[in-house]
């Protein structure tokens, strides 16, 4: 009745659902969520964040670059400024979603599930000139580990406290 998927016989109607044919593994917890607004110079922080194709719903940035639509910074960036003696706020960084997991080493087309959504890496970020005003060395001391750019692979909701998965590929497609 259904169309089988290569040799593992999986159905059709299954692989649709794109948790069915990953496995993933749990590495860590979100800790603060924030967006930006054109009519506020400081990220704003937020309780839950909605992402479609375009990016995050209510943030300036939302259509503009989709392989740079969603920031992911982690604590450790936050403790490594802290061990140097620059103590900021969370957000200062510019991230959208801050986690108490490292994603640095994660390679571009990997993917990680926060919420409802799936975020696919796309690329490492670049530093930029505004952190040099929070801190001149700032931008030295987090040259490798400032975050990690990801485009909405499937769009859902991100709350505080959401658990995140590495999404590991079962069946290439």
Avoid: H, W
Avoid at 45 to 51: A, C, D, E, R, W
């Amino acid at each position: 009745m259904f169309k089988e998927f290569n040799s593992l016989n999986i159905p059709l109607s299954k692989i649709i659902k794109k948790d069915f044919y990953m496995s993933k593994t749990k590495v860590g917890t979100v800790l603060a969520l924030f967006i930006s607004r054109k009519d506020n110079p400081n990220r704003v922080p937020k309780t839950s964040i909605t992402l479609d194709a375009q990016g995050i719903l209510d943030n300036k940035f939302y259509n503009k670059n989709i392989k740079r639509s969603v920031l992911i910074a982690t604590k450790d960036s936050y403790d490594l400024a802290l061990q140097n003696d620059i103590n900021i706020d969370y957000g200062l960084l510019g991230e959208n979603i801050l986690i108490d997991y490292n994603p640095y080493s994660m390679l571009p087309g990997q993917k990680l599930q926060i919420g409802t959504t799936i975020l696919e890496i796309s690329q490492n970020c670049t530093l930029c000139k505004g952190l040099s005003q929070v801190d001149a060395k700032l931008p030295k001391l987090l040259k490798e580990d400032r975050g990690i750019f990801s485009k909405v692979d499937v769009s859902g909701t991100i709350k505080l406290d959401d658990e995140v998965y590495i999404l590991n590929n079962l069946v290439s497609t």
